[in-house]
T-cell receptor, first 115, second 112 residues
Framework: AQSVAQPEDQVNVAEGNPLTVKCTYS??????LFWYVQYPNRGLQFLLK??????LVKGSYGFEAEFNKSQTSFHLKKPSALVSDSALYFC?????????????FGTGTRLKVLA | DVKVTQSSRYLVKRTGEKVFLECVQD?????MFWYRQDPGLGLRLIYF???????EKGDIPEGYSVSREKKERFSLILESASTNQTSMYLC???????????FGQGTRLTVV
């Protein structure tokens, strides 16, 4: 069965410091991996995805993520955090299940960037 | 830009009422999804649809049904609302397997 784990409920980082939000996955076959961000009382906004190719994926708002097949991880990173990056972040995996496709989400990680 | 529109941002309903949540997308996407979001549980899939009149149960379908009569519209129905269905409901749509899902703004439903 497909699954996604986000081991940290909350990550605190000082403004200007690098940030990492962790994600590990379990899926049979090739994974399609996604990161989303959610601001208060809003829907989810797409940040980036890994389908195939280069293990380092660049996305919106200066975020990037590194796909590591041996560690089954897809950690979200940013070199220099901004206070406005404070939000809820979700990792998701999509893969074939019974011939159809659905997205499985992690439980989310709240990022707090401190001024 | 892709737009996924949910009919209400906030709803308050009484226990036992039949509740309809509507979702419309404007990008001719084949796939549509309904999730509920609860603190600490992330997003859980209720139902999804990969074609008109086609539907599949997600992880938590009990107490819900769906309807997809037209490609652009996917409705979630709470047959008899209960207080444990108080939640944020998110609709999403996508095209092929390699593509991201696009989400609506969410409907915060309170059942009293």
């Amino acid at each position: 069965a497909q699954s996604v784990a986000q081991p940290e409920d909350q990550v605190n980082v000082a403004e200007g410091n690098p940030l990492t939000v962790k994600c590990t996955y379990s899926v049979s076959g090739n994974p399609y991996l996604f990161w989303y961000v959610q601001y208060p009382n809003r829907g989810l906004q797409f940040l980036l995805k890994y389908i195939t190719g280069d293990n380092l994926v660049k996305g919106s708002y200066g975020f990037e993520a590194e796909f590591n097949k041996s560690q089954t991880s897809f950690h979200l990173k940013k070199p220099s955090a901004l206070v406005s990056d404070s939000a809820l972040y979700f990792c998701a995996v999509r893969g074939p299940t019974s011939g159809t496709y659905k997205y499985i989400f992690g439980t989310g990680t709240r990022l707090k960037v401190l001024a | 830009d892709v737009k996924v529109t949910q009919s209400s941002r906030y709803l308050v309903k009484r226990t036992g009422e039949k509740v309809f949540l509507e979702c419309v997308q404007d990008m001719d996407h084949e796939n549509m999804f309904w999730y509920r979001q609860d603190p600490g549980l992330g997003l859980r899939l209720i139902y999804f649809s990969y074609d008109v009149k086609m539907k599949e149960k997600g992880d938590i379908p009990e107490g819900y049904s769906v309807s997809r009569e037209k490609k652009e519209r996917f409705s979630l129905i709470l047959e008899s609302a209960s207080t444990n269905q108080t939640s944020m409901y998110l609709c999403a749509s996508s095209s092929g397997a390699h593509t991201e899902a696009f989400f609506g703004q969410g409907t915060r439903l309170t059942v009293v």
